[in-house]
């Protein structure tokens, strides 16, 4: 049964790039927003291997027939582009709140090595075998995802220093490489589980049945309304702890908040598509670009660039390697890697 689960107010800080858009105008801005999400969508609903026309997509629900073109909208397309969506905005969402929470411009749910305990977590699951259901895969990957993160966390908080981004970027890559060496050893230690999460591993949005991640989606949504929620007195930590015990913020309910939800929007983004990267990196930066230093327009702009980028990077791995797909964690990847390139390098400067 497994294999087919795996197939507070805002306060002004300093002053930095402004903001693409003018900040009266932020709605105008997501509703602009919204309405490419929308369009990606549509197309993601029409093109693949097989170009269905959109006035079909449309009848699959109007005037559904039965035919191969109405099956393939209603029980492959339409799964596949919900999922993309909502992973797509709990790893943006996840992405901001992980910069926010360490103050570091290079945090991502990749880099910050919690999808590599989340993955790691779930390839033990498939080696010991036996039949699992939804919530054991979603418990096993949530519990993964916390102990990753932690173990950056503490290995960063080693030394006088504390956890400075770059150490908490570092102690990223060495629980990341930790996670890829475990996958690859108990992947070639048990052959049988190979077959069953190889693809899977790879981050992906195809092949997944709606009655199979449904029940993820109200996590995730919790996961948002909680970040919504916290964002504003998170904003304010990023000022420094003395400034937030100066306006009351709890520093501590503050941080265990935004770490649950991290942890919670990665693990069920894990468990429904694999460990996908990149995505929040580049919504998170892309949403700070647009309206500066609004809490909670971050959140609300990092949803929908993250559902945006990873719905076009399906999009893109279903024509890049025709007739086969790429898995869109690679297409992230490919998209990711220079993004975070270029930002580590202007980090450094």
């Known amino acids: 049964m497994l294999a087919s689960f795996l197939r507070a107010r805002p306060v002004t800080a300093a002053p930095g790039r402004p903001p693409i858009l003018p900040l009266a105008r932020p709605a105008a801005g997501f509703t602009a927003g919204i309405g490419l999400v929308a369009a990606l969508a549509a197309a993601s609903m029409a093109?693949?291997?097989?170009?269905?026309?959109l006035s079909e997509v449309i009848g699959a629900y109007t005037r559904f027939?039965?035919?191969?073109?109405?099956?393939?909208?209603?029980?492959?397309?339409?799964?596949r582009t919900l999922l993309a969506v909502a992973v797509g905005a709990s790893l943006g969402i996840a992405g901001l709140l992980l910069q926010m929470l360490t103050r570091n411009p290079l945090a991502d749910v990749e880099v910050a090595g919690i999808n590599a305990g989340a993955a790691t977590a779930v390839v033990l699951l498939a080696v010991l075998g036996g039949p699992v259901s939804l919530g054991v895969l979603t418990a096993t990957s949530l519990?993964?995802?916390a102990a990753g993160g932690l173990l950056v966390y503490a290995l960063a908080a080693l030394g006088r220093d504390g956890p400075t981004p770059l150490k908490l970027t570092l102690a990223g890559a060495a629980v990341w490489a930790l996670g890829e060496s475990l996958t690859s050893g108990l992947l070639t230690a048990h052959e049988r589980a190979l077959d069953e999460v190889l693809f899977w591993l790879k981050g992906s949005v195809a092949g997944r049945?709606?009655?199979?991640f449904a029940p993820l989606l109200?996590?995730?949504?919790?996961?948002w309304l909680v970040a919504l929620a916290v964002a504003p007195a998170l904003h304010t930590l990023t000022l420094g702890d003395d400034v937030a015990r100066g306006l009351g913020v709890p520093a501590?309910?503050?941080?265990?908040?935004?770490?649950?939800?991290?942890?919670?929007?990665?693990?069920?983004?894990v468990a429904a598509a694999g460990p996908i990267g990149f995505v929040g990196l580049v919504a998170a930066?892309?949403?700070?670009?647009?309206?500066g230093l609004n809490p909670r327009w971050m959140v609300a702009y990092s949803a929908w660039i993250g559902s945006a980028t990873l719905l076009a990077a399906d999009l893109a791995g279903r024509f890049l390697a025709m007739p086969e797909e790429l898995p869109v964690g690679v297409a992230t990847a490919l998209l990711g890697a220079p993004f975070f390139i270029l930002l580590g390098r202007r980090a450094v400067r």
């Open 47 to 53: 093109y693949g291997a097989m170009a269905i026309p």
């Open 65 to 79: 027939d039965g035919t191969d073109a109405h099956l393939v909208v209603t029980t492959v397309r339409m799964p």
């Open 143 to 145: 519990a993964g995802a």
């Open 209 to 212: 049945e709606l009655p199979l």
């Open 218 to 223: 109200p996590w995730m949504a919790l996961g």
């Open 252 to 269: 501590g309910a503050v941080r265990l908040a935004a770490g649950a939800a991290v942890v919670v929007l990665a693990g069920t983004s």
């Open 285 to 291: 930066h892309l949403a700070r670009a647009a309206v």
